[in-house]
C-alpha cells in the first residue's frame, strides 16, 4: 500500500494558478503509477492526469490539456499538478492517486481506462469568476 497526502489546494481567482502536490510513503518502491483525480459537487469523478513510473510519460484528460502540468520527483516521492489558466469548472476536491504499473489484471497508467488502488484524503480547489 502507498499512503498519499495531498497538499496546496485553496481558492483563485480565474486565469490564476495553483500548484498542488501529493507525498508519497510506504510501498513506493515498485513501479507506480501516479495520477490526480477531481471531483466537483454532483458530478463523477474525473481522471485529470497521470504519469507513468519509467518514462514519467504524462496523461491528459483533454479539459486541462495545455493548462496542467503533472511531474513526479521519484527521490522525493512526490507527484505535483501545476494548475494555470484555472476555471471557474476546475472547481473540485483534488485527489492524488497510485496504482502499480500492473493491478487488477490491467496494464498502464492512463487514468481513463485502469483502476488506482490508494487515495490520498484530497484538498479543495475553488475557482471564482
Known amino acids: 500500500q502507498v499512503h498519499l497526502v495531498e497538499s496546496g489546494g485553496g481558492s483563485v481567482q480565474a486565469g490564476g494558478s495553483l500548484r498542488l502536490s501529493c507525498a508519497a510513503s510506504?510501498?513506493?518502491?515498485?513501479?507506480?503509477?501516479m495520477g490526480w483525480f477531481r471531483q466537483a459537487a454532483g458530478k463523477e469523478r474525473e481522471g485529470v492526469a497521470a504519469?507513468?513510473?519509467?518514462?514519467?510519460?504524462?496523461y491528459y484528460a483533454s479539459s486541462v490539456e495545455g493548462r496542467f502540468t503533472i511531474s513526479q520527483d521519484k527521490a522525493k516521492n512526490t507527484v505535483t499538478l501545476q494548475m494555470d489558466s484555472l476555471k471557474p469548472e476546475d472547481t473540485a476536491m483534488y485527489s492524488c492517486?497510485?496504482?502499480?504499473?500492473?493491478?487488477?489484471?490491467?496494464?498502464?497508467?492512463?487514468?481513463?481506462?485502469?483502476?488506482?488502488?490508494?487515495w490520498g484524503p484530497g484538498t479543495r480547489v475553488t475557482v471564482s469568476a
Open positions: 510506504g510501498s513506493t518502491s515498485g513501479r507506480n503509477c
Open positions: 492517486a497510485s496504482r502499480p504499473l500492473r493491478y487488477a489484471g490491467r496494464w498502464g497508467c492512463d487514468p481513463v481506462q485502469v483502476s488506482y488502488r490508494d
Open positions: 504519469i507513468t513510473p519509467d518514462t514519467s510519460s504524462p
